[in-house]
């Protein structure tokens, strides 16, 4: 043992092995870590003669007794604990801990249990027992470095003191912070200095006096007015020393590679900006707090040419800094030093302030969008959130949002458990809707001091993403405001659930929030002015002001989305609801027929909704996803479908041309109006109206979810490679927006293929993307013909036959098959693919797999259609057909296309000559095919009503009966029959319909029809209102003209009322329709539940002819013109008899009841008023079995004449204009 140990070890005698062994442990670390690093390093000399031996016994000792003097215990040492140097404790503690140098255990577990309950959720620091000893230096850009022989450590301090620079001390109290422990990728970590460090070398000076009276060898120091005159009147070479009281600390700043912050100082009713640049001073800004009176000596007059070339105090290398100093002439005003008058806001508020008294009252509107004016205070408060590290987003007191991203990136990030003191920030109300309604943002004068570091590790939150800090990099190149950061942030973090990782990388989400605010927004701000931020008066920042826009939108993921409409498909609706009126009168079969079908629609905008209580969102809906074809296993597989991570939606797009925009497919797509459609099916055995509410009835019930949308509402968010090869060639063509669908566009797509997973390497790379061999064929697609289930066999693989979803396509070959060395897709037409001087036609059958290109193929367009890994050109030609170049293929020849070739839309070529365009069929008008004679028709048309067909004796939905109608206000009657076809979505009353092959037919009463056939194609053009389709008014018709035609059309009839022919009210059974009256008359019937049924005729006379009007159900009331309660008590009346019938004879009336029936007389008495016979306005369609013509006898004096006579007009009316 050297004479140093033991001379070391005399100074304590330890009592025991363990403590003489700690001892020359410590002695052993000090020599090694710590007195290399003093202030006052051994020289040479001492080296060589051993005095510094000397030196390490008696730093040792310090260190030795310091430790004893902050234990609980000071009678023994502290064997339980070590010392570690900085490298160990970086390298080997992995794990946030604390150290307490005087905890006992039951105080350690006090402090747990505390900050546990403090914080729900989280655990408390674990306790280490080792020492930290070294020596504080300043660090690069200001911050505090702890220093030993074997590194440094950067250290956060509560209160700094100037006294603890360059000088050893021992921290008796912290916390270390891993750098993974927090989420941030800090090297090495950091120590937290719970307490104050303990100096092991007290008595070094540095030229920094403290207290009231310090800074006596000050020759002369200014107030702050008197020096604000010094600022206006630059002498050069002139050194002022200020005292005032510190109005704001700025945040460290970085620019142009130099580092520097601003504060203020105050006093006389007068604030004096001050810059600190010098690199030795940066620390103060960790040292300066808001209200704390100080005297700055040195300081220099510049010009800040970046502030409008104003002048400002600058701190030179002489510069110091004196704590509490006053001057002698104020010292009358001492006991005030905190003057409201001179010291920004010190409203110092906590949570339990009400903040909606202190929303401020000063706004406008501009352009529709309320600005208001934030209030700048003060706040105190604890860390109980951390919602976006990188995003500068956090919580404080479980109730205010803090943002901070309007400040430079703060060197140590906030953790949960903080306890904090924000001067001069604002204060915001109900900024954005997806965070606190109370919210705190710091700009380039607000100042934040951590008053209590946090005693929990840190955990950080699932939405937190390491590429946050984009978003404050965006920030301050775009400079948006607080409202649309916030929002911005919120949709980060459900993209990087919704999106990530098999839609996008996590490294993009930032970007795309960013890009999908700027859409939904779409406005900015000009260029900040940070030391006009900092420095001006009054104060103005981008946050002085502040948007609360009345519509924010909501972005939802699509799982979300299907589960919600699936949820609510049946729980938001009635039964009762889905009948026509007048439904408590329907039988039995007309109320199952009526609830077979219905339809519930919501708009992604919610004001757009005419139904108010069926809102999915109070604010509109925001959807974001890959739209692609769909997949194998998707219920539509022959629509297109929007993607996310977490679900599909079924799709049905639009177009307003004849070329389908289908490039969209495979891009990353952000859609903002669409409407959500679900398609109700039940099948029920309801015997009345009564037992609707009883779900016994039910058989069976599903329902279909899609989405519908124009491609005009699309936005493309990332192009796909086919997308970007279209939009350079259109570039030299057009300069019109990327979601135009008049233009025809393409994109690559196979199977599940997703935006995220694709590569997108131009085609001018000049690097080779494909080495198998391609080739192709360039088709023109005249006619698609319908989807059907059809037994497919020929030419397929043995595991595809069968039963399975297929059409064919009518295409006229462009030229001949070509070979490539890479895949073609959808770059410009060659001369080679144009060769050919014959124009031939082949038929593509699609089968299994390759329908899902149904949606994508138009008739007009043009395609080349790839097939890889081959280069025989026979593959591409039709059966029947030789492989001989030079060959005419045949008309009939067909082709069936397999699962792995893809297509891509081409460009119109403007220089093609050896094909002719595309004759489109004509497509009629409803009139067009009320009048045409052809069998085979195409039109398009408007829904204005929708029936369901079902199967009873089948599980299946087997057709649909739709009225279509023209703005003449002509309809016509369409039926599709479903058995052998896929459910086609869109099929809704207030789309409009193109209909492609169908049939046109005549009933045997004359009316006309039209069938769906096999090759029969259905597509939507336009979406309507399908919630309230308002079809075109039908026609006025005269009913002389009307006679005559043999038109079965419905028309509008505006006439006077004659006289009534037939009135019969009824109570009949629900179920076998017969009477009614205390049972069913039926004795095979045991039904207990009636309907009442009134049918009534009368003759209406419109001044050109008479007809027979016949009205049914809830129209017979308004033509008696009866109250609801009259109408009410007449079937009370019936409900004994069951019913009655009048019937006309010339001009009196009859029944075959009673005569001294007081019901009769009663009806007789309102069939023959005013009331009844009044003009009238109704809607009729025409009957289908009108009655013949009649021999009808006439007597003139002596003779009589026998004549045919036309039967009366059969009109049935289907609603009554009571205005």
């Given amino acids: ?228 005159g010094v600022l206006q009147h630059r002498v050069r070479g002139q050194r002022v020393a200020v005292c005032g009281q510190v109005g704001s600390v700025c945040p460290l700043l970085v620019v142009a590679g130099t580092t520097f912050f601003c504060f203020t100082l105050t006093g006389e009713r007068c604030m004096l900006p001050v810059l600190v640049k010098e690199g030795s001073r940066l620390w103060w800004s960790q040292f300066l707090c808001v209200g704390q009176s100080v005297c700055v000596s040195a300081l220099r007059v510049c010009v800040l040419r970046g502030w409008r070339g104003n002048n400002i105090l600058c701190v030179t290398d002489q510069s110091e800094i004196h704590t509490d100093y006053t001057l002698e002439p104020t010292l009358v005003d001492h006991t005030h030093t905190r003057s409201h008058s001179d010291t920004p806001p010190e409203i110092m508020m906590s949570h339990d302030d009400n903040y909606e008294e202190a929303e401020p009252e000063r706004d406008f509107i501009q352009s529709g969008v309320r600005i208001k004016q934030s209030k700048v205070i003060s706040y105190q408060g604890m860390v109980t959130e951390v919602v976006s590290e990188g995003a500068g987003l956090y919580v404080i007191d479980r109730k205010v949002g803090l943002c901070l991203a309007y400040q430079p990136t703060l060197r140590r990030r906030l953790r949960a458990g903080d306890c904090v003191e924000l001067h001069h920030v604002h204060f915001l109300y109900r900024p954005c809707p997806e965070f606190p309604p109370s919210m705190l943002c710091t700009c380039l004068r607000s100042s934040i001091r951590v008053t209590s570091f946090s005693r929990v590790g840190g955990s950080p939150p699932d939405s937190t993403c390491s590429n946050d800090g984009v978003l404050p990099r965006l920030l301050l190149d775009k400079n948006m405001g607080v409202s649309e950061y916030l ?21 993009c989400v ?222 030299e063509e057009s300069l019109c927006d990327i979601t135009d669908s008049k233009r025809v566009v393409e994109e690559e797509q196979e199977g599940g293929q997703t935006a995220g997973r694709k590569t997108r390497r131009g085609e001018d790379s000049g690097v080779a993307v494909a080495t198998q061999p391609y080739i192709s064929v360039v088709i023109m697609v005249e006619q698609k013909d319908g989807m059907a289930w059809k037994n497919m066999e020929a030419g397929l693989e043995e595991e595809e036959m069968g039963l399975m979803l297929s059409f064919s396509v009518r295409a ?151 009225t279509m109608c023209d703005q003449s206000g002509k309809s016509l009657e369409v039926y599709l029959d479903l058995s052998h076809t896929p459910y086609q979505p869109g099929l809704l009353p207030g789309n409009t319909l193109l209909l492609s092959g169908f049939q046109r037919r005549l009933s045997r009463s004359g009316r006309v029809y039209c069938s769906y056939l096999p090759i029969s194609s259905v597509t939507v053009t336009s979406l309507g209102d399908t919630s309230a389709a308002r079809h075109p008014p039908a026609p006025i018709m005269h009913l002389g003209l009307w006679t005559l035609s043999r038109e079965h059309i419905v028309g509008q009839v505006r006439g006077h009322v004659v006289r009534f022919l037939f009135l019969q009210l ?52 308004p033509l008696l013109g009866l109250a609801d309660s009259q109408w009410d008590g007449l079937q009370r009346a019936l409900r004994v008899k069951g019913h009655i019938r009048v019937y006309p004879r010339g001009q009196s009336l009859v029944c075959d009841s009673e005569s001294d029936d007081a019901l009769l007389h009663f009806l007789l008495s309102v069939c023959s008023t005013d009331v009844v016979c009044r003009p009238i306005s109704i809607i009729c369609r025409k009957n289908n079995n009108q009655r013949p013509q009649e021999l009808r006898r006439f007597s003139r004096a002596d003779r009589d004449f026998v004549t045919r006579m036309p039967a009366p007009l059969q009109l049935t009316c289907l609603h009554i204009h009571t205005d």
């Fill in 1066 to 1117: 009824q109570w009949s059974c629900s179920l076998c329709a017969g009477l009614y009256t205390q049972s069913c008359s039926s004795s095979q019937c045991h039904s207990t539940s009636s309907v009442f049924q009134s049918k009534a005729k009368v003759v209406i006379d419109d001044g050109t002819g008479e007809v027979h009007v016949w009205f049914s159900g809830a129209l017979v009331r």
């Fill in 812 to 962: 006229v070959v462009i030229g001949p098959v070509v070979n490539w060395g890479r895949d073609p897709k959808n770059g410009p037409m060659t001369d080679r693919e144009m060769a050919r001087e014959r124009e031939d036609k082949v038929v593509l059958v699609f089968s299994g797999v390759s329908v899902r290109w149904f949606p994508l193929l138009q008739p007009g367009c043009f395609y080349r259609l790839i097939a890889a890994n081959t280069r025989d050109p026979s593959v591409l030609i039709g059966s029947g057909v030789s492989e001989q170049s030079r060959v005419e293929l045949q008309t009939d020849s067909t082709l069936q296309v397999r699962s792995d070739w893809r297509f891509h839309t081409l460009t119109l070529p403007q220089l093609l000559h050896t094909c002719k365009q595309a004759l489109s069929p004509t497509v009629l008008s409803v009139s067009e095919v009320l009048d045409c004679s052809s069998e085979l028709v195409c039109f398009q048309g408007l829904v204005s009503d929708r029936i369901s067909v079902d199967d009873r004796t089948s599980d299946s939905h087997t057709g649909v009966r739709l």
């Fill in 487 to 507: 929002w911005a942030c919120h949709l980060r973090s459900q993209l990087s659930h919704s999106l990530v990782p098999s839609v996008l990388k996590q490294q």
């Fill in 510 to 731: 930032c970007v795309l929030s960013w890009k999908l605010m700027e859409l939904v927004w779409r406005r900015g701000r000009g260029r900040r002015d940070i030391y006009s931020e900092m420095l001006d008066e009054p104060h103005t920042c981008p946050l002085t002001q502040y948007s609360v826009h009345p519509v924010v939108h909501q972005y939802i993921s699509l799982s979300e989305l299907s589960q919600s409409l699936l949820s609510e498909s049946w729980s938001s609706v009635c039964l009762s609801s889905l009948l026509p009126s007048g439904g408590s009168s329907l039988t039995s079969s007309q109320i199952n027929t009526a609830l077979s079908w219905s339809l519930r629609t919501l708009t992604s905008d919610p004001h757009n909704n005419p139904q108010t209580k069926e809102t999915l969102r109070r604010r509109p809906l925001l959807l974001v996803g890959v739209l692609e074809l769909s997949s194998l296993t998707s219920e539509h597989k022959h629509t297109l479908q929007i993607r996310d991570s977490t679900g599909a939606v079924a799709c049905c797009r639009f177009n307003i041309c004849v070329c389908v925009c289908v490039c969209v497919t495979g891009c990353l797509v952000c859609v903002q109006q669409f409407t959500m459609v679900t398609e109700r099916f039940l099948q029920s055995d309801f015997p009345s109206y009564q037992h609707l509410d009883q779900d016994r009835f039910i058989t069976r019930k599903h329902c279909r979810v899609y989405l519908q949308f124009s491609l005009d509402h699309l936005h493309i968010l990332s192009p796909s490679t086919a997308m970007i090869t279209h939009l350079r060639q259109r570039g």
């Fill in 1 to 228: 043992m050297s004479s140093s140990v033991q001379l070391f070890l005399d100074q304590f005698k330890p009592c025991s092995e363990a403590e003489s062994m700690w001892l020359q442990e410590m002695f052993s670390f000090i020599t090694q870590y710590l007195y290399p690093v003093c202030p006052a390093p051994p020289t040479a000399e001492e080296l060589l003669t051993g005095m510094h031996s000397d030196h390490c016994v008696s730093l040792s000792v310090c260190v030795v007794k310091k430790i004893q003097e902050n234990m609980t215990v000071t009678h023994t040492l502290p064997v339980s604990y070590r010392p570690v140097s900085v490298s160990e404790l970086v390298s080997r503690q992995h794990l946030a801990c604390v150290s307490h140098l005087s905890w006992t255990t039951s105080q350690q577990r006090a402090w747990a249990r505390e900050a546990e309950l403090s914080l729900s959720g989280h655990r408390a620091l674990p306790r280490v027992n080792l020492l930290l000893i070294g020596c504080l230096r300043a660090g690069r850009g200001g911050e505090w470095r702890l220093m030993d022989s074997s590194g440094s450590i950067r250290c956060e301090v509560l209160s700094p003191s100037p006294l603890w620079l360059n000088h050893p001390v021992l921290l008796p109290c912290w916390n270390y912070i891993p750098h993974s422990a927090s989420g941030q990728d800090e090297a090495g970590g950091w120590v937290e200095l719970i307490g104050s460090p303990v100096p092991l070398c007290p008595g070094s000076e540095q030229g920094l006096a403290t207290g009231a009276g310090g800074g006596a060898g000050l020759s002369k120091v200014f107030g702050v007015r008197e020096a604000a």
